[in-house]
């Protein structure tokens, strides 16, 4: 069975940096691109970056919102995708889901329970 | 980036009932670009219909996508308490990555 699980949302200063990961299990993960998503408070889900699997040559892409300042890798030896997200804005405060995507059937099929995130002095 | 809109913001229907929901997009896109996702408080995005009308696994045949271009429609048939929830409608950018709808609410009464 597919599981994506997030990790390290927590409460940070506004400037300040601070790394997500997301392990898969139950799946072949270099074979599947990744994502990320937010959701701010009341507000609907707003995609972050994605990762292509090994077949795509691992590409990235960034929204315009966090171009520059969030980096998503992946090591899928561990089954894991990161994302380091640096000089956080206090509108950066959301939910954060990963989801992997089928790039053969553009769906994302499975999503993790999600991580918070709050930036706030 | 394409815009998406979804119509009505709210639904308010009897169990057993029928759910018609719309999304429109700003410019015309593949049918396979346009998913449908529910959501229920505290929970994350669930896929329900890919290629705009393709079910993913375990959603059952209640549910149901159709539409091109620029008009899509997701409809839930014969409505359970348990399909309370806002329902996104969502495309596929390529490398401009994805956009959802602002959603609608489905309410059971």
């Known amino acids: 069975e597919v599981h994506l699980v997030e990790s390290g949302g927590n409460l940070v200063q506004p400037g300040r940096s601070l790394r997500l990961s997301c392990t898969g299990s139950g799946f072949t993960f270099g074979d599947y691109a990744m994502s990320w998503f937010r959701q701010a408070p009341g507000k609907g889900p707003e995609w972050v970056s994605f990762i292509r699997g090994k077949a795509y040559g691992g590409a990235t892409e960034y929204a315009a919102s966090v171009k520059g300042r969030f980096t998503i890798s992946r090591d899928d030896s561990k089954g894991i995708v990161y994302l380091q997200m640096t000089s956080l804005k206090t509108e950066d405060t959301a939910v954060y889901y990963c989801s992997r995507f089928l790039e053969w059937l553009l769906g994302l099929d499975y999503w993790g329970q999600g991580t918070l995130v709050t930036v706030s002095s | 980036e394409i815009v998406l809109t979804q119509s009505p913001g709210t639904l308010s229907l009897s169990p057993g009932e029928r759910a018609t929901l719309s999304c429109r997009t700003g410019q015309s896109i593949p049918s396979s670009y346009l998913a449908w996702f529910q959501q229920k408080p505290g929970q994350a995005p669930r896929l329900l219909i890919y290629g705009a009308s393709s079910r993913a696994t375990g959603i059952p045949d209640r549910f149901s996508g159709s539409g091109s271009g620029t008009d899509f429609t997701l409809t839930i048939s014969g409505l359970e308490p348990g399909d309370s929830a806002v329902y996104y409608c969502?495309?596929?950018?390529?490398?401009?990555?994805?956009?959802f709808g602002p959603g609608t609410k489905v309410e059971i009464k």
């Open positions: 969502q495309q596929y950018g390529g490398s401009a990555g994805f956009t």
